[in-house]
């Protein structure tokens, strides 16, 4: 397990050294002179001046990236150009928007998709399994921010249950801040949650032909037992896959869905920072997305050496 | 023939054939405003109704079908065009360190969601319909390499592989003449999957502003008009929306009907 560890955690800071490579080199590299990029055409030059020096463009550009990184590392990400504040401050404003709404999504999406995996795979053929399979077909074809809007029409315009969009503040309470993360989070969870469903029923179908559920009924367990002790446990495997890559869909997507709900996370920062062209914020808070997807995958192949100890020896 | 993959079948090419026809004939011109019937719901002179300029909304929506079908059928094409090769490739050189290569940075596109590369990409060239498919197309082209992979590692160790190596064949010409014929049906299969993403991804993407700008017409960037205008006609909101539910769900319907009749293996157990 150790050794697994140490290789999936080398393959990780690989991963997070190129990724940031890219990164920099598509914002820093790429415009040329990013100053007259964020300034427009028609800058003063003292004032591009200024700015170069201020963002340390007359270095070359290893000691810039260098900076950039060992920058970030020690969690100091620069300062915002058009807000003139620390861009890690910003950030962790936002952030705690931002991952509450993916992990209550996250967490929503589980919630709906194994019970409903469970049950069409253990009715299989049946009127139950068909029904949950057509709506899975439909929820994977409707477009999240568009399922939002109804959301909205319903439940905000409507019924007046939630608020058509904004955030309460975490300061407000946990509740508030929840219920204002609540329409959201169905909105990102639902199309997430009819693919995990679907791949929560092949799964479990694929063991339910297996010798040890035989076995396991041969023993005496009734279908049922057999079903939660021996299959949902084995069947898990390939569902954590799908798990760890939708948690980078669901903080991709909630970008998408802040803008819907004008929620105040990173994806409205980015969204800002691009029309301000404000190239210092879009660099530093697209790194930590990808820092934050690579890590959670990380996470995810530690956990299936968890859950399935021949993964272990075999790689 | 099943029954999914008739209604499938019909959906997609009703989709099409509205695409198809806005060449030669819309209901109405989308460049001329008609503020008068603004925000109309359907009749029979507007039979969707109109938008906030009373543009025709049935028109908008041919003219955006283009759009939506253009950008993703260019984004499955980057993702076949590049990602095949490269995982025949590294199936080809397997174990090698292009194989590790290649496969890794398979790994590293995954870490960047297209969202997050159109991010990227329009940050520093700014918002279009291209930089909208070079996003998307990206994101494509590591689930064609690691599928192809995967399908041609099996087809390696057949039999009739080794009698072609025995006849002394490369692994370039196998690849190419024994290899890829025998991965075809699954690779259309993804691509009619794919394709479906790439709907929903360019919608997403127009939405948020990231993708086609205007005047080009698009189905994502129809919603962001209606998003304002939920309260009062909920229809302009309404219309691209279930389009896009349609075309996607027609899509998905076909290509799990086509991946049945092309894999009779799948045909016993499908999931």
Request: aromatic share 10%; no cysteine.
């Given at each position: 397990?150790?050794?697994?560890?140490?290789?999936r955690?080398?393959?990780?800071?690989?991963?997070?050294?190129v990724?940031?490579f890219?990164?920099f080199?598509?914002i820093e590299?790429?415009?040329?002179?990013?100053?007259?990029?964020?300034?427009?055409?028609?800058?003063?030059?003292?004032?591009?001046?200024a700015?170069?020096?201020e963002?340390g463009?007359?270095?070359?550009?290893p000691?810039?990236?260098?900076?950039?990184?060992?920058g970030?590392?020690?969690g100091?990400f620069?300062?915002?150009?058009?807000y003139?504040?620390?861009?890690?401050?910003?950030?962790?404003?936002?952030i705690?928007?931002?991952?509450?709404?993916?992990?209550?999504?996250?967490i929503?999406?589980?919630?709906?998709?194994?019970?409903?995996?469970?049950?069409?795979?253990?009715?299989?053929?049946?009127?139950?399994?068909?029904?949950?399979?057509?709506?899975?077909q439909?929820?994977?074809?409707?477009?999240?921010?568009?399922?939002?809007?109804?959301?909205?029409?319903?439940?905000?315009?409507?019924?007046?249950?939630f608020?058509?969009g904004?955030?309460?503040?975490?300061?407000?309470g946990?509740f508030?801040?929840l219920?204002?993360?609540?329409?959201?989070?169905?909105?990102?969870?639902?199309?997430?949650?009819?693919?995990l469903?679907?791949?929560m029923?092949?799964?479990?179908l694929d063991?339910?032909g297996?010798d040890f559920m035989?076995?396991?009924r041969?023993?005496?367990?009734?279908?049922?037992?057999?079903?939660?002790?021996?299959?949902?446990?084995?069947?898990?495997?390939?569902?954590?896959?799908?798990?760890?890559?939708q948690?980078s869909?669901?903080?991709?997507?909630?970008?998408?869905?802040?803008?819907?709900?004008?929620?105040?996370?990173?994806?409205?920062?980015?969204f800002?920072?691009?029309?301000?062209?404000?190239?210092i914020?879009v660099?530093?808070?697209?790194?930590?997305?990808?820092?934050?997807v690579?890590?959670?995958?990380?996470?995810?192949?530690?956990?299936?050496?968890?859950?399935d100890?021949?993964?272990?020896?075999?790689? | 023939?099943?029954?999914?993959?008739?209604?499938?079948?019909?959906?997609s090419?009703?989709v099409?054939?509205?695409?198809?026809?806005?060449?030669?004939?819309?209901?109405?011109?989308?460049?001329q405003?008609?503020?008068?019937?603004?925000?109309?719901?359907?009749?029979?002179?507007h039979?969707?109704?109109?938008?906030?300029?009373?543009?025709d909304?049935?028109?908008?929506?041919?003219?955006?079908?283009?759009?939506?079908?253009?950008?993703?059928?260019v984004?499955?094409?980057i993702?076949?065009?590049?990602?095949?090769?490269?995982?025949?490739?590294?199936?080809?050189?397997?174990g090698?360190?292009?194989d590790?290569?290649?496969?890794?940075g398979?790994?590293?596109?995954?870490?960047?969601p297209?969202?997050?590369i159109?991010i990227l990409?329009?940050?520093?060239f700014?918002?279009?319909?291209?930089?909208?498919?070079?996003?998307?197309?990206i994101?494509?082209i590591?689930?064609?390499?690691?599928?192809?992979r995967?399908a041609?590692?099996?087809?390696?160790?057949?039999?009739?592989?080794?009698?072609?190596?025995?006849?002394?064949k490369?692994?370039?010409?196998?690849?190419?003449?024994?290899?890829?014929?025998?991965?075809?049906?699954?690779?259309?299969?993804?691509?009619?999957i794919?394709?479906?993403?790439?709907?929903?991804?360019?919608?997403?993407?127009?939405y948020?502003?990231?993708?086609a700008?205007?005047?080009?017409?698009?189905?994502?960037r129809?919603?962001?008009?209606?998003?304002?205008l939920?309260?009062?006609?909920?229809h302009?909101?309404?219309v691209?929306?279930?389009t896009i539910?349609?075309?996607?769900?027609?899509?998905n319907?076909l290509?799990?009907?086509?991946?049945?009749?092309?894999?009779?293996?799948l045909?016993?157990?499908?999931?």
């Amino acid at each position: 397990m150790l050794i697994y560890t140490l290789r999936r955690l080398a393959s990780l800071t690989v991963s997070l050294i190129v990724a940031s490579f890219v990164i920099f080199a598509v914002i820093e590299v790429i415009p040329g002179d990013p100053a007259s990029f964020m300034l427009g055409v028609n800058a003063r030059p003292d004032t591009l001046a200024a700015l170069r020096a201020e963002l340390g463009l007359d270095q070359s550009l290893p000691v810039r990236y260098f900076a950039w990184v060992s920058g970030m590392l020690t969690g100091d990400f620069g300062i915002s150009y058009t807000y003139k504040t620390p861009v890690a401050g910003m950030v962790a404003d936002r952030i705690w928007v931002s991952l509450p709404l993916a992990i209550y999504a996250l967490i929503l999406s589980t919630a709906i998709a194994f019970p409903a995996g469970i049950y069409a795979a253990s009715r299989r053929g049946g009127v139950g399994d068909t029904a949950v399979m057509g709506a899975t077909q439909l929820g994977v074809a409707i477009p999240n921010f568009w399922f939002a809007m109804i959301l909205v029409l319903i439940f905000a315009i409507n019924l007046r249950w939630f608020s058509a969009g904004g955030f309460a503040g975490w300061d407000k309470g946990l509740f508030a801040g929840l219920w204002s993360l609540t329409l959201p989070a169905i909105a990102l969870a639902l199309p997430q949650a009819a693919i995990l469903a679907r791949v929560m029923r092949s799964s479990l179908l694929d063991m339910l032909g297996e010798d040890f559920m035989r076995t396991a009924r041969a023993k005496g367990l009734t279908r049922r037992q057999a079903l939660w002790r021996h299959a949902v446990r084995n069947a898990m495997i390939p569902v954590l896959t799908i798990l760890g890559l939708q948690f980078s869909f669901l903080l991709a997507g909630g970008i998408v869905i802040e803008q819907v709900f004008f929620l105040p996370g990173l994806g409205r920062l980015i969204f800002q920072s691009i029309s301000a062209r404000d190239l210092i914020v879009v660099e530093s808070v697209v790194m930590l997305l990808v820092f934050l997807v690579i890590v959670v995958n990380f996470l995810v192949d530690l956990t299936y050496a968890w859950v399935d100890p021949r993964l272990r020896r075999r790689t | 023939m099943k029954v999914g993959f008739v209604i499938g079948a019909v959906l997609s090419a009703i989709v099409l054939g509205l695409a198809v026809l806005s060449f030669v004939w819309t209901p109405y011109d989308i460049t001329q405003l008609d503020v008068a019937n603004k925000l109309k719901g359907p009749s029979d002179v507007h039979w969707l109704g109109t938008d906030h300029f009373g543009r025709d909304l049935l028109s908008m929506v041919m003219m955006g079908a283009r759009t939506s079908l253009a950008v993703a059928l260019v984004a499955v094409g980057i993702g076949m065009g590049l990602g095949i090769p490269l995982g025949l490739t590294a199936a080809a050189l397997q174990g090698g360190w292009l194989d590790e290569v290649i496969m890794r940075g398979n790994d590293l596109i995954f870490a960047f969601p297209s969202l997050v590369i159109a991010i990227l990409i329009t940050a520093v060239f700014g918002a279009s319909a291209v930089n909208a498919i070079i996003a998307i197309g990206i994101f494509n082209i590591p689930v064609f390499a690691r599928l192809s992979r995967g399908a041609a590692l099996s087809l390696w160790s057949r039999d009739f592989i080794l009698a072609a190596r025995v006849a002394g064949k490369g692994k370039a010409r196998i690849s190419w003449e024994h290899i890829l014929p025998n991965i075809t049906n699954l690779m259309i299969v993804q691509g009619t999957i794919q394709f479906s993403l790439g709907i929903l991804a360019e919608a997403a993407l127009s939405y948020i502003g990231l993708g086609a700008q205007p005047p080009t017409a698009s189905w994502g960037r129809m919603l962001a008009d209606a998003q304002t205008l939920l309260y009062i006609a909920p229809h302009t909101a309404l219309v691209p929306g279930l389009t896009i539910v349609i075309t996607v769900l027609g899509l998905n319907l076909l290509g799990d009907g086509l991946r049945d009749m092309l894999d009779p293996r799948l045909r016993v157990d499908r999931s």
